[in-house]
């Protein structure tokens, strides 16, 4: 008997109900069921059953075949090895893929480091939170505010001040050994206010007693070696009166990280400060000259408590006086935050530099990531048949993402490692070269350890998602059939990928030789004085230097080589200090000690030695008395005076100046002189800094500068070294070059600008490698087309500049876009310099050039290889 | 739950699809079911029931041959996974245990 089909229109119903994947076994199952419910029960009776039981499917409505294939582990391993079988075979595509994404990452991973290190200072403190610094223009304050505010505000726990101004004194040990060291003068709780744990010594009582002091643990181990330190008594010269006073080690700290704005090593008790009979100024309310931290209560709002200073100025100072304000810095934010005061005792970071430093990081990771995906892309013509075959072979869309995606994790990790083992190698000269510590951001290590790890995850998902989506969307007929539309495939990605890379090349190239032309211009600024062969001696005191000085002139002039010998408190480089000045013409009688102007300070002879020149009137000589009274204006000053004090001043020759100091104990006249002439501005300290107004005076002075003969400035050190001892001075030898002095007062900048210039490069060099990569591919995908145009007869020259065309097309586009987001950013950076170049045209035109000449000498290689190859080898096979 | 859990009906079906490797396919199980068992279900529980096993990776399955009456459709053939197996050891000796106290009790029960 032939089977009776089953009612067509249930079957349809079926069809519809459940997926497709179980339509052939149910609808057969059913079927056989139908054949036997006719055969037995009748053919009305079957078909109601039937149509029943397909009624009953609908429970399957949707539910499909999940695959969790118990092989799913085994495709994996060949996942892996289908992976490593590629990296093998196509070994400079890897090597291009794993050292540019290895480099871009160790960048990455270093800038993280520097990143964290820089926003990690100050952050150990255990009540961080609540400890602020008052400061206004200057990062210090007067010494009464801080335990003002403690007593009077119940908001403010605790207070502490600190000072720095003991540097370089003189640290006799019992058995006669020496050490020149800075000291740090604090309030007694002060470990008890920070947090610098003390290894040896109780950190309440520790500088309680006035003869206490409290020494870092490498110093104890450079003063004492292995013997205890505790108990230990040391001299130390001119801390207070100017006398040499015992002290007895009391406790012992931990080194103090590199990471804490403050950094010392020998603290003594504020106490002191009371004793010295020269320091009048400790109840002088507008003198500010001490670091002052305070501690308020959790909760306590920073602002309230900064709009009291008001009230505290008008009750203890000045009734009268309005608008006084100062600053609560959190101490947590200080070091980034605080960089733009006239004057600090501390280092500073620079909050832009952190963000520079992030976007370039950025930066460097995207070109290295947008290189593996082209290289990745433009194999999709080699990969295509196995996705074809995977395909074919029952792969779903899924498993092949999951393929490329391991593909993209084993290249990742294997960069990762790279990148680790460049940092391990890279790490400590970089950290020597820069004075950081780059390790201290490994402190925290579980959001570094996590931080790594989010890196990782998401270069693994950039590089990996366009290729894994775009590999896997091929329709494997397409493929296999030879259909060429899938091959090599969505050029426009590529292109775009390409043109986005080199955009930010060009910009990146322009940025490097702006960067490269502004630090060269700084560096040959014209300083207005000359710092080349000029030695800089610390004579110790300049009571000392002003006494011998007749001698030490006349001794050092007849030495071979010198010529020139100057005395100077202050050189090129230093800070000076602001101080007030009555200048004639001076109207407002109620501020009783003029206008701020920074004091700057020289001996005889040194403006014409150092070679400044003058535009007006003449310099200090030894020769007039008075000119220890007169005052010379820098040619800023003088502009300054002329806008201020009224058209007098054009004349500034003879005008008088009042100079007030508070040396007395109070604001009052120091000295009162006439000005003899006015220099032509120089730079007087670091180049990134415009230049200030200055008012020189004649001054006694600490330094002994000495201008020789380059050839002969060993000799010339020889000689003085020998007459040190002669002349008695109150400092060991010793000597540094004015030029190197000067350059370090913007090494800092200079340093930071010279990372930026390296990353720059290695950013265009991961490029490169790219288009390197990507140039060959092409080439290989073009094998054949050359081949066939060199056997219609094309010169070799006519395909280089085919194959070379194709990318200076996109390198044109480009350009175009790179042009001017290099201007809009290295305008802004400019910016930042009082003194900068101008962006002139052919900064772009260069930079433009150059990126196109990189990518011709980079794409020429292979078209160069693909142009004279012998076609017949390419031909010769299909 | 998931993966580890047997409903009764999936025990019976499961235990039947072993019985009848390498035959057992729905409706076989079902005729298996009435005649064992005693159990009348209809073919679309079994479908259900051996897919839910098959998503657990209790059973796996291919496809086999055709018959005349199937209109060329092909059966589909289960077969009993180590994990299947391994589930219904588990029930069973499960059982067994309570069996063993149950014993104790025969006497006043019976």
Redesign the interface.
């Known amino acids: 008997m032939?089977?009776i089909?089953?009612p067509r229109l249930a079957t349809k119903l079926l069809k519809r109900l459940i997926s497709s994947e179980?339509f052939?076994?149910?609808?057969?199952?059913?079927?056989?069921?139908y054949?036997?419910h006719a055969r037995n029960k009748g053919r009305v009776l079957a078909q109601a059953i039937y149509l029943l039981?397909v009624i009953?499917?609908a429970?399957?409505y949707r539910?499909e075949?999940?695959y969790?294939s118990?092989n799913s582990l085994s495709m994996l391993q060949n996942y892996v090895k289908v992976a490593f079988r590629n990296l093998i075979k196509h070994k400079s595509y890897s090597l291009i893929n794993i050292s540019g994404l290895g480099i871009g990452l160790a960048c990455v991973f270093m800038i993280f480091l520097f990143i964290k290190v820089e926003t990690s200072h100050d952050k150990f403190h255990e009540d961080g939170k609540d400890i602020y610094r008052l400061q206004h223009v200057y990062g210090y304050i007067n010494a009464q505010a801080a335990p003002t505010y403690a007593r009077d505000y119940s908001e403010v726990a605790s207070f502490n001040r600190i000072n720095f101004w003991k540097t370089d004194r003189k640290v006799s040990l019992s058995n006669d050994e020496v050490f020149f060291e800075d000291v740090i003068v604090a309030d007694s709780n002060f470990f008890n206010f920070f947090t610098f744990p003390l290894v040896r010594g109780d950190k309440f009582n520790c500088l309680k007693d006035k003869n206490s002091v409290a020494i870092s643990r490498s110093h104890a181990e450079k003063f004492f070696g292995e013997e205890d330190p505790i108990g230990q008594v040391i001299m130390i010269d001119n801390v207070i009166n100017g006398e040499e006073l015992p002290f007895k080690v009391t406790a012992v700290f931990e080194n103090i990280p590199l990471n804490s704005h403050l950094q010392f090593n020998m603290v003594l008790p504020f106490e002191l400060l009371h004793d010295d009979r020269s320091l009048n100024i400790m109840n002088l309310w507008p003198n500010d000259w001490i670091g002052s931290y305070v501690k308020l209560k959790p909760g306590t709002n920073p602002e309230v408590m900064e709009e009291k200073y008001q009230e505290m100025w008008n009750k203890y100072y000045d009734a009268e006086a309005d608008s006084i304000t100062i600053d609560f810095m959190p101490i947590e934010d200080l070091y980034l935050e605080s960089y733009d005061l006239r004057s600090d005792y501390t280092a500073h970071g620079n909050i832009n530099q952190v963000r520079i430093f992030s976007a370039i990081a950025i930066i460097i990771l995207l070109i290295a990531c947008i290189n593996f995906m082209n290289l990745a892309t433009a194999r999709a013509s080699k990969r295509s048949k196995e996705v074809g075959v995977r395909k074919v072979m029952g792969a779903f869309r899924k498993q092949l993402i999951v393929q490329f995606f391991a593909e993209s994790a084993i290249m990742t990790f294997m960069a990762v490692i790279l990148a680790l083992l460049i940092l391990i190698v890279a790490i400590p000269p970089i950290n020597r070269l820069a004075e950081i510590d780059l390790l201290l951001g490994l402190t925290d290590i579980v959001s570094t350890v996590l931080g790594v790890l989010v890196l990782t995850i998401i270069t693994i998902i950039i590089t990996g998602s366009y290729p894994a989506l775009f590999l896997s969307s091929f329709q494997p007929i397409a493929i296999l059939s030879g259909n060429n539309a899938a091959r090599g495939g969505k050029g426009w990605v590529r292109k775009t990928l390409v043109i986005f890379q080199f955009t930010i090349s060009i910009a990146l190239i322009i940025g490097a030789m702006v960067v490269y032309k502004q630090m060269l211009f700084v560096k040959q600024k014209d300083l207005g004085f000359e710092p080349e062969d000029t030695l800089v001696f610390h004579f110790g005191s300049s009571d000392a230097l002003r006494r011998k000085w007749p001698i030490v002139k006349d001794q050092v002039q007849t030495i071979s080589g010198v010529t020139s010998v100057m005395a100077s408190r202050h050189i090129p480089g230093d800070n000076a200090f602001y101080w007030g000045y009555k200048f004639e013409g001076f109207t407002d009688y109620e501020d009783p000690y003029g206008d701020a102007w920074l004091g700057y300070y020289v001996g005889y002879n040194t403006l014409d030695a150092l070679g400044v020149e003058m535009i007006l009137g003449r310099t200090f000589s030894e020769d007039i008395p008075t000119d220890s009274s007169a005052f010379i204006l820098n040619e800023s000053a003088w502009k300054q005076a002329i806008k201020d004090y009224g058209e007098a001043w054009e004349d500034p020759i003879g005008k008088t100046i009042e100079y007030y100091t508070t040396h007395s104990g109070d604001w009052a006249v120091d000295k009162k002189g006439v000005v003899i002439g006015v220099t032509k501005d120089f730079h007087h300290h670091s180049l990134e800094r415009p230049i200030d107004p200055l008012v020189i005076h004649h001054s006694p002075s600490r330094r002994l500068l000495v201008k020789v003969e380059s050839e002969k400035t060993n000799d010339v050190l020889a000689s003085i070294e020998n007459l040190w001892q002669e002349w008695n001075a109150p400092a060991n030898f010793n000597y540094q070059f004015l030029d190197e002095y000067f350059e370090g007062a913007y090494k800092d900048e200079e340093q930071f600008n010279q990372f930026i210039l390296i990353f720059c490069m290695l950013a265009i060099a991961i490029a490169c490698l790219g288009l390197y990569g990507l140039s060959s591919f092409v080439a290989e995908q073009r094998i054949k087309e050359i081949a066939v145009r060199k056997v219609l007869g094309a010169h070799e020259n006519s395909i280089i500049g085919m194959l070379s065309m194709d990318f200076l097309k996109l390198i044109g586009v480009a350009v175009l876009t790179g042009i001017p987001i290099a201007y809009y950013f290295m305008n802004d950076w400019l910016s930042n310099f009082a003194f900068r170049i101008d962006l002139s045209w052919y900064f772009f035109v260069l930079g433009s050039l150059l990126a196109a000449i990189i990518a011709i000498s980079t794409v020429s290689y292979h078209s160069i290889k693909a142009a004279t190859s012998n076609p017949v080898n390419s031909l010769r096979s299909e | 739950m998931k993966g580890d859990h047997l409903g009764e009906l999936e025990e019976l079906v499961l235990l039947t699809v072993g019985s009848l490797y390498p035959k057992a396919y729905a409706p076989a199980i079902k005729k298996s079911l009435a005649e064992k068992m005693d159990r009348k279900v209809v073919i679309s529980s079994i479908h259900t029931v051996l897919n839910r096993l098959e998503n657990k990776q209790f059973v796996q399955s291919s496809f086999g041959e055709t018959t005349p009456e199937r209109g060329g459709k092909r059966k589909r053939y289960f077969e009993v996974t180590p994990q299947g197996f391994k589930a219904l050891e588990v029930l069973k000796s499960r059982r067994d245990a309570l069996w063993g106290n149950m014993v104790h009790l025969m006497p006043k029960l019976s």
């Not at chain 1, 052939?24 to 069921?33: R, T």
């Open positions: 032939s089977p089909p089953p179980f052939e076994e149910i609808s057969g199952d059913l079927a056989e069921e054949q036997e039981e009953r499917y429970r399957m539910s075949r999940t969790q118990s």
